[in-house]
Every structure is written in C-alpha cells, then in structure tokens.
T-cell receptor, first 111, second 115 residues
Framework: DAKTTQPPSMDCAEGRAANLPCNHS???????VYWYRQIHSQGPQYIIH???NNETNEMASLIITEDRKSSTLILPHATLRDTAVYYC????????????FGQGTRLTINP | IAGITQAPTSQILAAGRRMTLRCTQDMRHNAMYWYRQDLGLGLRLIHY???????GKGEVPDGYSVSRANTDDFPLTLASAVPSQTSVYFC??????????????FGPGTRLTVL
C-alpha cells in the first residue's frame, strides 16, 4: 500500500472550515483514499473515502487532486467535538481491508 | 448489543500469563481485525479474518493468535504475555460484500498492561 504524509498538527477556530492535507504521491490506480479520525482514547471512526472523484457526506468532503497524488479532507464548520487525530490512509478495496495507520494529524479546534 | 463490543475494558497481567481478549460484533460483517496502538503511535494490524473459518497475519502478528469459529466472534490470544505487549487493543469489522466495504467499525478498545 502507498505511504501517506500528513502534518503532525493543525489548529482551527470553531465554526471555520478545517482543511487537512495529505500527500500520497505513490498511490496506484486502484487504491482508494480513506480518512478516519480518533477522538481521545476511543476507537477510530470512519469519515469518508474516494478513488478519484470528490466525495461528500454528512461529516466531511474529500477533495482529490486530478493526479491523485494528494487530497484534502474538509470539515466545513468545525466544532470542538471535531478535535481528534485524523488519519489519511491509502488502500485497495479487498475482502479484508488491511489498513495502515500512520501517525496522522492532531487537529485542535479552538473556541 | 449494537456494533462491536470488547472485553475486558482493561486488564493488568503478569508476564508469562495467558490472556484472551474478546471481540463480538452484531452487524454480521464478514471481515474482522485486531489492531494494537502504542502510546503516541498509529494503529498496527495484528491479525485479520476475511470470513468465518479463515484468518491472516497482519503487520505485527508475533506473540498473538486468533480464531474465527463463527461470524460474530474474533478472540485474540496472548499465549505468554510479555511487557512489550502492553498496549491498547482495538477490534474492528467490515462488510466487504456490500457497497460500504472499506469502512471499518471499531470497538472501544482493551487497555492491557503486562508487568
């Protein structure tokens, strides 16, 4: 699976959009981009995933560049409860999804 | 039960003892996973199971064994615990047969300390 690079930490003001970048320059054509988050001490929570088109759900939007070498997770109106570690993961969709978690980005939402 | 449950919530264990961490899901997901998370680090995959009756090794399988006798349960066993196995253990499941495959659901974790 391709490796991802994320900034170790970011801050965002409450109510503003949080934009979390991820580089995955070695991604292969059939690998998807996944985003998970982990709120302190809890199990990770799935947010969104995509292949090449931009995706949106009730939690976030995922913007993938045309060359697929990077992506951005957007939380449109961040709240204090969005403070968490966010993981960008690249993986094939297969029977058992063997996710490789890096160290992620620690996002702090400030009041 | 809704989702994934893990037991125990936490455990302190003497080195050399045998320990089984339990994981049960009620979503009828075919795939299940065990991860460990050490302080300040991301999760690492220990073992996984694509479907009942099959298991596979992840990134850090040494010292651990799993079994998948049925769809719902996926216990993780430490045959002889060592201090380096002190960690938080997360169980997860996914439905690889549906349009939501790739989305893993995680349990609340088991905090294990081996002394």
């Amino acid at each position: 699976d391709a490796k991802t690079t994320q900034p170790p930490s970011m801050d965002c003001a409450e109510g503003r959009a949080a934009n979390l970048p991820c580089n995955h320059s070695t991604i292969s054509g059939n690998e998807y981009v996944y985003w998970y988050r982990q709120i302190h001490s809890q199990g990770p929570q799935y947010i969104i995933h995509g292949l090449k088109n931009n995706e949106t759900n009730e939690m976030a939007s995922l913007i993938i560049t045309e060359d697929r070498k990077s992506s951005t997770l957007i939380l449109p109106h961040a709240t204090l409860r969005d403070t968490a570690v966010y993981y960008c993961i690249v993986s094939l969709i297969q029977g058992a999804q063997k996710l490789v978690f890096g160290q992620g980005t620690r996002l702090t939402i400030n009041p | 039960i809704a989702g994934i449950t893990q037991a125990p919530t936490s455990q302190i264990l003497a080195a050399g003892r045998r320990m089984t961490l339990r994981c049960t899901q009620d979503m009828r997901h075919n795939a299940m996973y065990w991860y460990r998370q050490d302080l300040g680090l991301g999760l690492r995959l220990i073992h996984y199971s694509n479907t009942a009756g099959t298991t596979g090794k992840g990134e850090v399988p040494d010292g651990y064994s799993v079994s998948r006798a049925n769809t719902d349960d996926f216990p993780l066993t430490l045959a002889s615990a060592v201090p380096s196995q002190t960690s938080v253990y997360f169980c997860a499941s996914s439905d690889s047969a549906s349009g939501r495959r790739g989305e893993q659901f995680f349990g609340p974790g088991t905090r294990l300390t081996v002394l």
